[in-house]
């Protein structure tokens, strides 16, 4: 069955450092990987969308890569600010219709 | 314009009791998810609709639970019988487009706790 992994543990960087999350996936690469911003008590938010062909992808201080040779996601915050501390989900299709969601990798930016 | 709204944002219930979770999406989005987000976990897929029709309901995790979608919009959760297992956070989420709907809008969710 297709899954999607992302590092449970949170991570904690300092302000103004690049973050980079991780998101492994099995089985098949998808079209597309989608990442989701979390915060506590609040619903995911989308915040980028790479394509299979595509090697990586930027909006502002954000950049995605895909690889599928590793069958890995990465995403990057660049000099990251305490209000990036959020938890990060990565997601795929699976089948048709069905979306499967890592369990995110909380990150703390501090000041 | 308005985001994709959920209600009640909070719920308590009794085991036993049967619970109805209402989610109104985006006008014109015709893709509808329900997820479950246990404490700690991920997105668990429950139900997919397009349009009224509901084309995947693998997720589900048991008969006690179903989900209708009427006028493609307002879509409800019922919840019957309910287990102190399905304590969680329900999130909806809509998309404008039917197949391979890429960007999804979430909702706050609602949280349910059965005692």
């Known amino acids: 069955s297709q899954k999607i992994e992302q590092n449970s543990e949170a991570l904690n960087i300092q302000e103004g450092k690049t973050a980079t999350l991780t998101c492994n996936y099995t089985?098949?690469?998808?079209?597309?990987l989608q990442w989701y911003r979390q915060d506590p008590g609040r619903g995911p938010v989308f915040l980028l969308l790479i394509r299979e062909n595509e090697k990586e992808k930027r909006k502002e201080r954000l950049k995605v890569t895909f690889d599928t040779t590793l069958k890995q996601s990465l995403f990057h915050i660049t000099a990251s600010q305490p209000a990036d501390s959020a938890t990060y989900l990565c997601?795929?299709?699976?089948?048709?219709?069905?979306?499967?969601f890592g369990t995110g990798t909380r990150l703390k930016v501090l000041a | 314009g308005a985001g994709v709204s959920q209600s009640p944002s909070n719920k308590v219930t009794e085991k036993g009791k049967d619970v109805e979770l209402r989610c109104d999406p985006i006008s014109g989005h015709t893709a509808l998810y329900w997820y479950r987000q246990r404490l700690g976990q991920g997105l668990e897929f429950l139900i997919y609709f397009q349009g009224n029709s509901a084309p995947d309901k693998s997720g589900l995790p048991s008969d006690r639970f179903s989900a209708e979608r009427t006028g493609e919009s307002v879509s409800t959760l019922t919840i019957q019988r309910t287990q102190q297992e399905d304590s969680a956070v329900y999130l909806c989420?809509?998309?404008?487009?039917?197949?391979?709907?890429?960007?999804?809008?979430f909702g706050p969710g609602t949280r349910l706790l059965v005692l």
């Open positions: 997601a795929r299709r699976s089948g048709t219709y069905k979306y499967i």
């Open positions: 989420a809509s998309s404008p487009y039917t197949y391979g709907g890429e960007t999804q809008y």
């Open positions: 089985n098949y690469s998808p079209a597309y």
